[in-house]
């Protein structure tokens, strides 16, 4: 069967293709449209449907829309019960209206696509097969997801067996960890569905001074679900203007904010692991698998291997909403019997050959060279100490970058922090993240290994925290992406190039793109990024800008 999957209703929207249980392609709207999430979250935009991510997963399969049959949509209107608590009352109606629209919609931006071939998918059904049906290794085993909402709940809990998933909780609005943690991102100032990991970072600037207080609000429930009652969130500090970033007349950042943001991050870690304990005592399964927007807290994430019940856990790189258009494809084809393969990495979205890259760079009227040794040149670079553009192969599916659209640096100069959020525009108090070849990983960092998807935190090792300083975030932890030469090859080629020149097996590794914009996907991207921010060296495919000779006169 060839299956597309869509994800539009709430943030995010996305498509991936899946044939014959293969997946394909996977790609976020965002990354063509270039507007940050695709969308904003509001019941009015539902109708936006991820049009050009739709389209390139089928170019890339060489499919028409006519070939598809079938279209898995992550969200059921029909669960979505007019009055549900925690919905928006004045608009839900709207977005219930988008959904039940949605095939005609979609019929319209694809011609060819068959309006009587769309299935509705539950939304949280949708995040549990994109975890546990794209997971690597056995099937089996036990799922947990927590995001804002769904259709009329923020949370499931259950297990697969033999590819059909068993639901054994589900939270119901307006209880929601998802959405409490969204209330504390706009509380501090941020941009709510968007910048919740600013408060993660944030937190490890505090203490956990409010806990008591989160502790009587936030509670697991004896049937495997929690309860979250509202908070006063400006009894426990000032409330920050949205949009204004750190300054401009904004109230400052105290204590008090990163105090709080402590606090409930450690609430957040108790409660989901109560919940991991409770799915566990009633399975004995010694595999999770993780989704949801809430799945990309890697701090929890962390708390729960080290502290959980599980043996393993697994998490979707793309947790958050986009990943529900690859889990509700998933879905329909466990329901019709296809054999499902697991995920085969991160590196699904785009590409381009040799002789289209060098075709851009032409239009571009730039100089570059094609060294014989492109991993070479990098790593020399690196070793001066230059910020080197890394853009190689396909595209990440999800919102880290993991070696194919990275900002690449020094990890030994702790200046290297400061810098790097200054060419990216972002707040000082953000940590950048290393990627560490496999074979090396454990001799630096303590934690779960492998970690191929920077989807967990590791406590640096004393004697190592000075040798990579850029990368120790203040609570001497870093959130690590190993690298195998298996996986990613050239990544793991360049790492050991730097490793002989430095003595350091590590890389600083950030999203290519600035602050506010998507990560950087096709080449004009990247040139305009390029050409934009203080970057040294553009390693694009096998090709080499140097900034000093773009800029030379």
């Given at each position: 069967?060839?299956?597309?999957?869509?994800?539009?209703?709430?943030?995010?929207?996305?498509?991936?293709?899946?044939?014959?249980?293969?997946?394909?392609?996977?790609?976020?709207?965002?990354?063509?449209?270039?507007?940050?999430?695709?969308?904003?979250?509001?019941?009015?935009?539902?109708?936006?449907?991820?049009?050009?991510?739709?389209?390139?997963?089928?170019?890339?399969?060489?499919?028409?829309?006519?070939?598809?049959?079938?279209?898995?949509?992550?969200?059921?209107?029909?669960?979505?019960?007019?009055?549900?608590?925690?919905?928006?009352?004045?608009?839900?109606?709207?977005?219930?209206?988008?959904?039940?629209?949605?095939?005609?919609?979609?019929?319209?931006?694809?011609?060819?696509?068959?309006?009587?071939?769309?299935?509705?998918?539950?939304?949280?059904?949708?995040?549990?097969?994109?975890?546990?049906?794209?997971?690597?290794?056995?099937?089996?085993?036990?799922?947990?997801?927590?995001?804002?909402?769904?259709?009329?709940?923020?949370?499931?809990?259950?297990?697969?067996?033999?590819?059909?998933?068993?639901?054994?909780?589900?939270?119901?609005?307006?209880?929601?960890?998802?959405?409490?943690?969204?209330?504390?991102?706009?509380?501090?100032?941020?941009?709510?569905?968007?910048?919740?990991?600013?408060?993660?970072?944030?937190?490890?600037?505090?203490?956990?001074?409010?806990?008591?207080?989160?502790?009587?609000?936030?509670?697991?429930?004896?049937?495997?679900?929690?309860?979250?009652?509202?908070?006063?969130?400006?009894?426990?500090?000032?409330?920050?203007?949205?949009?204004?970033?750190?300054?401009?007349?904004?109230?400052?950042?105290?204590?008090d904010h990163a105090d709080l943001a402590a606090s409930v991050q450690t609430r957040l870690e108790e409660v989901i692991l109560d919940l991991a304990i409770w799915l566990h005592g009633r399975t004995g399964s010694r595999r999770l698998s993780m989704a949801g927007g809430v799945a990309l807290n890697c701090?929890?994430?962390?708390?729960?291997?080290?502290?959980?019940?599980?043996?393993?856990?697994?998490?979707?790189?793309?947790?958050?909403?986009?990943?529900?258009?690859?889990?509700?494809?998933?879905?329909v084809a466990q329901e019709a019997g296809e054999p499902i393969e697991a995920m085969p990495g991160a590196a699904l979205g785009r590409d381009w050959d040799d002789r289209e890259l060098a075709a851009r760079l032409d239009t571009a009227r730039i100089p570059y060279e094609r060294p014989d040794d492109l991993?070479?040149?990098?790593?020399?670079?690196?070793?001066?100490?230059?910020?080197?553009?890394?853009?190689?192969?396909?595209?990440?599916?999800?919102?880290?970058?993991?070696?194919?659209?990275?900002?690449?640096?020094?990890?030994?100069?702790?200046?290297?922090?400061?810098?790097?959020?200054?060419?990216?525009?972002?707040?000082?108090?953000?940590?950048?993240?290393?990627?560490?070849?496999?074979?090396?990983?454990?001799?630096?960092?303590?934690?779960?290994i492998p970690s191929p998807y920077m989807l967990f935190v590791h406590r640096v090792r004393p004697e190592w925290r000075d040798r990579i300083a850029a990368v120790v975030h203040v609570d001497g932890t870093a959130r690590v992406q190993t690298v195998s030469p298996d996986e990613n090859p050239l990544v793991?080629?360049?790492?050991?190039?730097?490793?002989?020149?430095?003595?350091?097996?590590?890389?600083?590794?950030?999203?290519?793109?600035?602050?506010?914009?998507?990560?950087?996907?096709?080449?004009?991207?990247?040139?305009?990024?390029?050409?934009?921010?203080?970057?040294?060296?553009?390693?694009?495919?096998?090709?080499?800008?140097?900034?000093?000779?773009?800029?030379?006169?």
């Amino acid at each position: 069967m060839r299956i597309l999957g869509i994800n539009s209703i709430f943030h995010d929207p996305a498509a991936a293709l899946l044939v014959d249980g293969k997946v394909v392609a996977a790609a976020d709207e965002e990354r063509f449209s270039r507007r940050k999430h695709g969308k904003r979250p509001v019941p009015f935009s539902a109708w936006e449907l991820p049009e050009m991510a739709a389209r390139w997963c089928l170019e890339r399969a060489g499919i028409e829309p006519g070939d598809i049959d079938a279209v898995a949509y992550s969200y059921d209107p029909e669960l979505a019960t007019r009055g549900t608590p925690g919905h928006d009352k004045k608009w839900e109606q709207l977005r219930t209206l988008y959904a039940e629209r949605a095939p005609f919609f979609l019929a319209t931006a694809l011609p060819g696509v068959d309006a009587g071939a769309f299935r509705y998918v539950p939304h949280h059904v949708a995040h549990a097969a994109s975890a546990a049906l794209a997971a690597p290794g056995p099937g089996d085993g036990d799922v947990l997801v927590l995001d804002g909402r769904g259709e009329a709940h923020s949370h499931l809990s259950g297990t697969y067996r033999d590819g059909a998933l068993t639901t054994l909780s589900a939270q119901a609005l307006p209880h929601s960890l998802g959405l409490m943690y969204e209330e504390l991102t706009e509380h501090l100032g941020f941009l709510r569905s968007s910048d919740e990991y600013k408060v993660m970072a944030l937190a490890s600037y505090g203490r956990p001074r409010f806990l008591d207080e989160m502790r009587k609000r936030v509670r697991a429930t004896d049937d495997g679900g929690f309860a979250v009652d509202p908070v006063d969130w400006g009894a426990l500090a000032k409330a920050r203007k949205p949009g204004l970033g750190m300054t401009e007349g904004n109230t400052e950042m105290t204590d008090d904010h990163a105090d709080l943001a402590a606090s409930v991050q450690t609430r957040l870690e108790e409660v989901i692991l109560d919940l991991a304990i409770w799915l566990h005592g009633r399975t004995g399964s010694r595999r999770l698998s993780m989704a949801g927007g809430v799945a990309l807290n890697c701090v929890a994430n962390s708390r729960l291997a080290e502290a959980g019940p599980y043996d393993e856990i697994w998490v979707q790189p793309a947790a958050g909403d986009a990943g529900t258009a690859l889990g509700a494809a998933l879905h329909v084809a466990q329901e019709a019997g296809e054999p499902i393969e697991a995920m085969p990495g991160a590196a699904l979205g785009r590409d381009w050959d040799d002789r289209e890259l060098a075709a851009r760079l032409d239009t571009a009227r730039i100089p570059y060279e094609r060294p014989d040794d492109l991993t070479a040149v990098v790593a020399e670079a690196l070793a001066r100490n230059e910020i080197v553009a890394w853009f190689q192969g396909r595209s990440e599916w999800g919102p880290r970058a993991l070696g194919h659209r990275s900002l690449l640096a020094h990890p030994g100069h702790a200046g290297n922090l400061e810098r790097l959020n200054a060419v990216k525009g972002r707040e000082q108090f953000r940590p950048i993240a290393p990627m560490v070849a496999l074979d090396h990983a454990a001799q630096i960092f303590e934690g779960p290994i492998p970690s191929p998807y920077m989807l967990f935190v590791h406590r640096v090792r004393p004697e190592w925290r000075d040798r990579i300083a850029a990368v120790v975030h203040v609570d001497g932890t870093a959130r690590v992406q190993t690298v195998s030469p298996d996986e990613n090859p050239l990544v793991a080629d360049l790492i050991e190039a730097f490793r002989v020149r430095t003595g350091l097996p590590v890389l600083v590794n950030t999203s290519l793109n600035t602050a506010g914009r998507p990560m950087v996907d096709d080449p004009r991207d990247a040139l305009e990024c390029f050409g934009s921010a203080p970057v040294d060296l553009l390693a694009i495919g096998p090709y080499v800008v140097r900034r000093r000779e773009v800029f030379a006169g």
